[in-house]
């Protein structure tokens, strides 16, 4: 017999053997919400993208029924159930926040009146914030916190495709994007309001040259928005652009370092 990554593999190039994967795709999403296997893993310290996995994701879309699931007075038509135990895995979901089946939270997790959805894996002490979204299998590390109205970006397709990924002990401040597979590494502060894309510039200008980065703010960077000025035809116009202001300190005590980051830098929370 065909190991269950192999089964999900031929199913998701041809559909015709989706009946053969279905117990291997509906293990996976089990795997998924016991936080068993993870949809990216850092090894050797580069992400690694577990393909297989986020195929077993698309391909579980096609085997769930569409149903109706009621909260209370709350009636709900979806393929994805909300995820259960929440009191035995020792995270905390306020009400009309919503974590889907599929999705992991290590304890201590918090979440406020937010959205986790499938594949997401959300680690220790982070507090997903109010409206904030952490979307389809965003990596985030432990001791962040996504403040409110974030927008953490979703990724299925391509299976290829990097998620989105925020590392331990970095601070997203409110109203922040995060999308299109960045990388928010360990210990960083993003200020109000910041736009992070595959394609912003992200423009280190603490030093006598500006440093530029693209998809990836580095670790422990204090970052705010900014715009620079670009030539059009029409005239000279600014675009949208993320400055590096700072550093954040090295600390054993990240709240601490973090208020004083805040403090020092008049970033914006």
């Not at 795709?25 to 936080?35: E, F, K, Q, S």
């Not at 297989?52 to 391909?59: G, P, Q």
């Not at 149903?67 to 895995?89: M, N, S, T």
């Not at 109203?175 to 736009?195: F, K, P, W, Y």
Request: aromatic residues 6%; charged residues 20%.
């Amino acid at each position: 017999m065909l190991e269950p990554q192999a089964l999900i593999d031929r199913a998701y190039e041809d559909l015709s053997l989706l009946g053969e994967a279905e117990e291997a795709v509906h293990a996976t999403i089990a795997a998924l919400d016991r936080g068993e296997i993870r949809v990216a893993e850092k090894v050797a310290g580069e992400w690694m993208v577990n393909e297989w996995v986020k195929r077993a994701i698309i391909l579980y879309f096609r085997l769930a029924p569409l149903e109706v699931r009621r909260a209370g007075p709350f009636e709900y038509h979806d393929r994805i159930p909300a995820k259960q135990g929440l009191a035995e895995a020792g995270v905390r979901v306020v009400p009309s926040a919503t974590v889907r089946y599929g999705a992991f939270c290590e304890p201590g997790v918090v979440v406020m009146p937010a959205f986790v959805n499938i594949g997401a894996y959300v680690g220790a002490g982070t507090m997903v914030d109010t409206w904030a979204t952490v979307g389809s299998c965003a990596q985030v590390g432990r001791d962040v916190h996504i403040a409110g109205g974030v927008g953490i970006g979703g990724v299925l397709e391509p299976p290829s495709a990097r998620p989105v990924i925020i590392e331990d002990g970095a601070f997203i401040g409110s109203r922040c994007i995060v999308v299109e597979g960045s990388i928010i590494e360990e210990g960083a502060v993003l200020g109000a309001n910041t736009v992070i894309t595959s394609s912003t510039p992200i423009i280190d200008v603490t030093g006598r040259e500006p440093i530029e980065y693209r998809g990836r703010v580095p670790a422990r960077a204090v970052v705010v928005p900014g715009t620079r000025p670009r030539q059009f035809p029409a005239g000279t116009y600014q675009l949208a652009c993320a400055l590096i202001i700072g550093e954040r300190s090295a600390s054993t005590d990240r709240k601490t370092s973090l208020n004083e980051a805040l403090r020092v830098f008049g970033v914006q929370a």
